[in-house]
C-alpha cells in the first residue's frame, strides 16, 4: 500500500514537472519533441554547403550527414536553385510579362494596350486606388486641386488639354515610372491596380468609353522587343 502511495505520489510530481517544462511564451520557445517533424529541412535557395561534415556533432539526420549539409545532389554543382531555362521569360502571378520599358520610352509606352478588362468592379476598385495615391496632388476629380499638389505646384490637370489624349499606355507608364515633378508608383502599387487606375482616369475622370479589348500580341515586351537596346 505504502509503495503504490509513494509511486502515485512520485508519479505526480514526475509529471507535473514534465508538464511545467512544457510551457513556451514570451521568449520561451519551449521544448519541442522532433522539431523536424515540425520544421521540414528545406533546401535553402541562396546557401550551398557541400561539406557532408559541417555540423555532424548537432545531427540527426537520417541521411547521415552534417546538420548543416545543405546542397541539392540532384542538381549541378550541388546548386538548390536551378537557373531558368533559356530564353524563357518569368510571369508574375497575373500572367503579365515583365514591364521592361524605361522612364524615358514613353513613346513605346504609349503602345502598350491596358490588359485588363473594364467592369463596373474594375472601375470601383480604380476609384479607391485613385484616391489613395493620386487625389492628394490631381485632387478627386483629377483636376489637379489636391491639396499636396497645391504645395508641389504644376500638378496636371487631368480633365483638361491635352492630357485628356493621353493613350493608356502613357498614363500607365507615368504612373509606373514617374515624369518630370511626378514621381514614380510602380513599387507602391502593384501592376494590375494601376492598370485600374488607367481605367478609372480614362472612364470616369476623363468620361472616354472603354478602349475596345486588348490584341493579347501588344504587351510591353513586344513593345520593348522593337526598341534599340540601351
Ligand atoms: C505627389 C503628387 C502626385 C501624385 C501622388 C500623383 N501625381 Fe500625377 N502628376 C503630378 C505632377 C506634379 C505632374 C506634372 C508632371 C510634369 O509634367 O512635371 C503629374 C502628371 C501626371 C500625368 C500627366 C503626364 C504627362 O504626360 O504629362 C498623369 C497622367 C498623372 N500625373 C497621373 C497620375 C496618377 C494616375 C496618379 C495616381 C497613381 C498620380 N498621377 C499621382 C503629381 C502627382
Known sequence: MKIAKALIFGGSALAIS???GCKAGGDNQ????????YHSVAYEPLTQIKDESQGTWLSNREDGKGEF????????HGMNMREPVANTVPRNKQGYLPYRLKAF????????QNPLES?????KRGEVLFMQYCSACHGKT????????????GVANLTGGA???????????VITKGKGRMGAHGSQIPEESRWKIVHYVKQVIQGQ??????APAVDSTAVAQVTPAN
Do not use: R, T
Open 30 to 37: 519551449g521544448l519541442e519533441y522532433a522539431p523536424q517533424m
Open 163 to 173: 492630357y485628356v489624349n493621353l493613350p493608356e499606355g502613357h498614363i500607365f507608364h
Open 105 to 112: 520610352e514613353l513613346e513605346q509606352a504609349a503602345l502598350v
Open 69 to 76: 549539409f545543405n546542397s541539392n545532389v540532384y542538381n549541378p
Open 18 to 20: 514534465l508538464l511545467a
Open 142 to 153: 483629377g483636376q489637379g486641386d489636391g491639396k499636396a499638389g497645391e504645395i508641389i505646384g
Open 119 to 123: 467592369s463596373e468592379e474594375v472601375l
Open 209 to 214: 468609353a472603354a478602349a475596345a479589348a486588348p
